[in-house]
């Protein structure tokens, strides 16, 4: 097994090479609808032109959201191949995955499968399905930082049977962020928001000792709040997620929740916005987002930082009424010295839109998996490329 994982711009030549390319292009219904050209898809391009220039004929794969094995034609990569074939000026064929398939009779050099999603196969990493989807290239290149931290069969599988190799967008990627894991300077801040409680706390542990202060907000704030007693009117946390903070040293003098939040009677704000303080929170309420003296508290404490590390929005910034925190919060980084580190495509479109990034932000497609590599974990993927046969002439 290499003890490193080769690019693919490490091997030579590619003349003539048909290229399976694992894309993390699970984008937002919203930016296909209105045929935006997602953040996303753009930071995975540079490999594909990197393969067309090379004279490799591509075929890309991808998912989005999940249809748990179900055709969804609304969920389709057709929308996809029209966005990329916009940005590179060529049609893009989407082909179904069927048997008997060959998608190089097309005689384009550049396709897409269907949402690999749609098959159940995929996300039980059938090796059947990983050997079906392997047979129709020569050399497997994943791209997909975003999607290594699972172990699927486009993710795993495939480089079983191929020559694997990592893109120039995953490069990038572990390039940046092992900066951020073998950080010397302090203080070092991480910020966590968004809902995925458990994925979260991986990294709040592998951080407990590293890290001067943890900022938390969204859901896992709401969470460390009930866990302590403290009334979050009808902001739900499930019980699973619940029972996992049981043994969490909650009153840690380096965890910092909000002081006071946003609240509505709904998740659209209809009925009136209410800035309560913690502890003040009405059993009909909804929280939505941090309050001003929560901004405030963060930005003092931001403002110290030499290093920090963002994942997930701190409010429901969806809607725009429940965002402010979030900008408040990205007003705060732009101000700061300190080397940031954002994790998760949605929070950094959300940040792009409304201008709020800083040139020296290192941007990570990668939420879970940024924080799961930061973390210490094994990421899947980059351990299936480690292990994949190398047959073809690397540099």
């Given at each position: 097994m290499n003890n490193r994982v080769s690019f693919i711009d490490e091997v030579n030549p590619l003349q003539g090479k048909r290229v399976l390319l694992r894309v993390g292009f699970d984008v937002s219904l919203s930016d296909l609808d209105n045929e935006q050209i997602s953040w996303r898809i753009r930071q995975g391009i540079e490999t594909i032109e990197f393969l067309l220039a090379k004279g490799a004929k591509v075929l890309l794969l991808n998912h989005i959201d999940r249809p748990h094995g179900v055709f969804t034609p609304e969920l389709s990569n057709a929308r996809v191949a029209k966005i990329i074939g916009s940005i590179l000026k060529q049609e893009i064929p989407c082909l179904p995955i069927k048997e008997g398939l060959n998608p190089w009779d097309s005689g384009h050099d550049l396709l897409i499968l269907e949402n690999l999603r749609f098959f159940s196969e995929e996300e039980a990493n059938d090796e059947g399905f990983a050997r079906r989807l392997a047979s129709l290239g020569e050399i497997y290149v994943n791209d997909a930082f975003s999607n290594c931290h699972r172990a699927h069969a486009s993710m795993v599988g495939i480089p079983k049977f191929l020559p694997s190799y990592g893109g120039l967008l995953l490069k990038k990627e572990l390039t940046g962020l092992e900066e951020a894991r073998l950080h010397k300077e302090e203080p070092l801040v991480l910020i966590i928001g968004g809902v995925k409680i458990e994925t979260k706390l991986q990294a709040i542990k592998y951080f407990w000792d590293k890290a001067q202060a943890m900022i938390l907000g969204g859901t896992?704030?709401?969470?460390?709040?009930?866990?302590?007693?403290?009334?979050?009117?009808?902001?739900?946390?499930?019980?699973?997620?619940?029972?996992?903070?049981?043994?969490?040293?909650?009153?840690?003098?380096?965890?910092?929740?909000?002081?006071?939040v946003r609240t509505s009677r709904d998740k659209t704000g209809s009925e009136g916005i209410m800035i309560r303080p913690v502890g003040n929170i009405k059993e009909d309420e909804i929280i939505l987002d941090i309050g001003p003296d929560s901004e405030t508290l963060f930005d003092n404490i931001i403002r110290y930082a030499k290093i920090i590390i963002w994942n997930g929005p701190i409010g429901m910034f969806e809607e725009p009424l429940f965002a402010q925190g979030t900008i408040a919060l990205a007003h705060s980084l732009q101000e700061s010295n300190a080397k940031v580190f954002i994790g998760g495509g949605q929070t950094i479109e959300f940040l792009q839109k409304n201008h709020l990034v800083k040139e020296t932000f290192f941007l990570s497609t990668g939420g879970g998996a940024m924080l799961s590599y930061l973390a210490g974990e094994e990421l899947p993927a980059l351990k299936a490329l480690l292990k994949s046969p190398r047959n073809v002439g690397a540099g």
């Open positions: 896992l704030a709401n969470a460390f709040l009930q866990c302590q007693g403290i009334a979050i009117g009808k902001s739900v946390i499930p019980s699973k997620e619940m029972q996992i903070l049981q043994n969490f040293p909650l009153t840690a003098g380096k965890i910092y929740l909000p002081i006071d």
